[in-house]
């Protein structure tokens, strides 16, 4: 028999409704938000049931993996789109569940875009890559303004190439701040020199 969950995503626990055609709901819990606790969620639904919960940060990502990987139809709610609960007079993880539940049941759930697991395993590189350029820019620029705050000048093109690398480890044996050294030995990490 077909089921209608909901599960309202936390950092440190999840709450969950299970209900049934009628809009009844059979069973509600809390869980802890983790590897154990998802895989016995998992593992009390069946292939007919339908599962929907609201794309919070990225906590949500290994619950729906789970449910999804057991072939379970598993739906991503828009928060932003899903009104309902906005509208809600009072706004509690318990009645979040029971509101989504019902719009899940009368198939009015405001849906997100789920990419499939290898693009999404695609995107999570690219926003590391990203991350890391953005890191490595910040200490660049962080290392060049303290070389022009105690009159250093770099005579060669690239201060990051291999050249300027190593006169930027000339410096470190003068008197610079505390501070240039650590951005230094940042950047020579960073650049595998």
Known sequence: MIRYVRVDVGKERCHA????????????????????????LTSLLTCEDRVVMES???LWLTLYEAIDNKNIKVVLANPMKTKAIASAKVKTDKVDARILAHLLRADLVAESYVPP???????ALIRHRLSLTKMRIMIKNKVHALTDKYGYRCEFSDMFGASGL????TLEMGELADTLRFSIKSCQSLFGH
């Open 166 to 169: 190593r006169w930027l480890k």
């Open 17 to 40: 409704a299970l209900m049934n055609k009628q809009g009844v709901i059979e069973r509600e819990f809390f869980f802890e938000n983790n590897t154990k606790r998802i895989e016995h």
């Open 117 to 123: 697991k290898q693009i999404r395993e695609i995107h």
């Open 56 to 58: 919070t940060t990225n």
